[in-house]
């Protein structure tokens, strides 16, 4: 009932877009029991990622352009590869202990995805491991 009342100026607001040559990332949503929503804008031939988890998982949903994620095991040499694209929307299990990327595959189109991971993002215990894949 309370949304009912806002004034003009509160029903729309900006997010923070962080932003840099390699494109932005923005948190949506947070929950405080299932997790949080953002999207990830990578720019043509970017690459971004490069690390793994311990207890956080994600799903990589492309909803916009042409990429690759790619995943590989902690102490493994076998990388597993999926090619996606906003013509063919699907979820890709990001999966823990598993350092991965995703590739954007244009060389004219931004890649767009969205990201759902199973916790909120915490700075204090940030459970993000530079690897690569």
Not at 29 to 54: E, M, R
Not at 72 to 84: C, H, M, N, P, Q
Request: with cysteine.
């Amino acid at each position: 009932m309370y949304l009912s009342y806002l004034p003009k100026e509160k029903v729309a607001f900006d997010l923070k877009m962080n932003s840099d040559d390699r494109g932005s990332f923005t948190e949506l949503l947070k929950t405080a029991d299932c997790g949080q929503f953002s999207v990830n804008i990578s720019k043509p031939g970017i690459t971004k990622g490069q690390h793994w988890h311990n207890s956080k998982w994600e799903f990589f949903i492309v909803v916009s352009g042409h990429g690759l994620i790619q995943e590989r095991k902690i102490g493994s040499d076998e990388v597993l590869e999926f090619e996606a694209s906003g013509e063919r929307i699907q979820a890709i299990h990001m999966l823990p202990g598993y350092t991965h990327n995703i590739i954007n595959l244009s060389e004219t189109e931004n890649l767009v995805t969205v990201m759902w991971a199973n916790e909120i993002f915490d700075p204090q215990r940030p459970d993000t491991f530079f690897e690569q894949v």
